[in-house]
């Protein structure tokens, strides 16, 4: 199983929106709607920002949105904080025996 | 307050074996998937495995890479997940992480596609 395609990286300013994609195969994120986002600082251990799409767990400010269409799933973070400044993660379901895959990451760069 | 603590990396040579062990607190373990992730320092993230709860038959699901040389299991008595890997490789050099689904306050588990609490990770360096 590939792993998933992501940019290796992203940036943007305080206070702007910045889109990160995520791309995978029809085997993947086209058919399965189990695509998760992870946020992960330098030494610490990944931190679940998005599920199932578009799902935030409690805590995660609603500044933290995702979307899918067709192979692609994408990650916005509005309104850009110096603390978003992290490498983002995707991850989706593959119901194969790889059960999950996930992106190389980008590293996300709050100017 | 849900805790996970793996231990056991270490410095092995190739062709070598180890064990890795993930202690569990803050949680009805019994209940729980559990998930072995591992990261090559500054790369992705990788899905190693998983082991489902006695009430699935702790069955276990394994990547590719590592299908036939690691094995899962659990002890609930001790709320802790085990990783045993044998025939190590090169490329097994990683971060390993146990992880646990997330679950809504609804009680909808999420075991294979959403990862929600992490150890501190654990290293496996296989070199010469």
């Known amino acids: 199983q590939s792993a998933l395609t992501q940019p290796p990286s992203a940036s943007g300013s305080p206070g702007q929106s910045v889109t990160i994609s995520c791309t995978g195969t029809s085997s993947d994120v086209g058919t399965y709607d189990f695509v998760s986002w992870y946020q992960q600082y330098p030494g610490k251990a990944p931190k679940l920002i998005i599920y199932?799409?578009?799902q935030r767990p409690s805590g995660v400010p609603d500044r933290f949105s995702g979307s899918k269409s067709g192979n692609t799933a994408s990650l916005t973070v509005s309104g850009l904080q110096a603390d978003d400044d992290a490498d983002y993660f995707c991850s989706s379901y593959t119901g194969s025996n790889n059960l999950a895959v996930f992106g190389g990451g980008t590293k996300l760069t709050v100017l | 307050e849900v805790q996970l603590v793996e231990s056991g990396g270490d410095l092995v040579q190739p062709g070598g074996s180890l064990r890795l062990s993930c202690a569990a607190s803050g949680i009805t373990f019994s209940d729980a998937w559990m998930t072995w992730v591992r990261q090559v320092p500054g790369k992705g993230l990788e899905w190693v495995g998983r082991i489902k709860n006695k009430v699935n038959g702790e069955s276990a699901a394994y990547a590719e890479a590592v299908q036939g040389r690691f094995t899962i299991s659990r002890d609930d008595s001790k709320n802790t997940v085990y990783l045993q890997m044998y025939s190590l490789k090169t490329d097994d050099t990683a971060v390993y992480y146990c992880t646990i689904g997330y679950c809504t306050s609804s009680g909808d588990c999420h075991y294979d596609d959403a990862f929600h609490f992490w150890g501190q990770g654990t290293m496996v360096t296989v070199s010469s």
């Open positions: 199932e799409v578009n």
